[in-house]
């Protein structure tokens, strides 16, 4: 099920699984990018969903002031999220990829649930699910 579509962002929900999948297709401005993320808080906390994945591989480096609001502002609320686990697919840049690092590798704020880099969306699926297989 389509929850949303822009130009720089779908995000589709899978219920059979109660998987939430972002694909970032390009650029946007930093209000976008911000409320991109505050509306997947909104989707993950109100369907109570456990697994996500944040598909990056096209998406730029972000801008200092954005990088700064995800590592410090943004993860107080992620780390709140009803998540089992969270995948990642690295993006193709090298700069938006030691960012992802960054994020996830974060000291101050460590994330409460497991969280794996892929390089491709199915393998990321299939790991976010392996355990409901079991």
Do not use: G
Not at 1 to 25: C, F, G, K, R
Not at 62 to 79: A, G, S, V
Request: charged share 25%.
């Amino acid at each position: 099920m389509v929850l949303s579509d822009t130009p720089y962002i779908h995000v589709e929900y899978y219920p059979a699984h109660n998987v939430i999948v972002t694909q970032w297709y390009a650029h946007c401005t930093s209000r976008e990018y911000r409320n991109a993320l505050n509306r997947f808080l909104a989707y993950v906390t109100s369907m109570d969903i456990s697994y996500a994945i944040a598909d990056r591989r096209l998406l730029p480096p972000l801008p200092p002031e954005d990088t700064r609001w995800t590592l410090t502002e943004y993860i107080e609320d992620f780390k709140k999220l009803p998540l089992k686990r969270f995948a990642i697919i690295n993006s193709f840049d090298p700069a938006a990829s030691t960012q992802v690092q960054e994020f996830i590798h974060n000291k101050a704020n460590p994330l409460p649930f497991e969280v794996r880099v892929f390089e491709d969306l199915t393998s990321a699926y299939d790991w976010l699910i392996e355990d409901q297989q079991k």
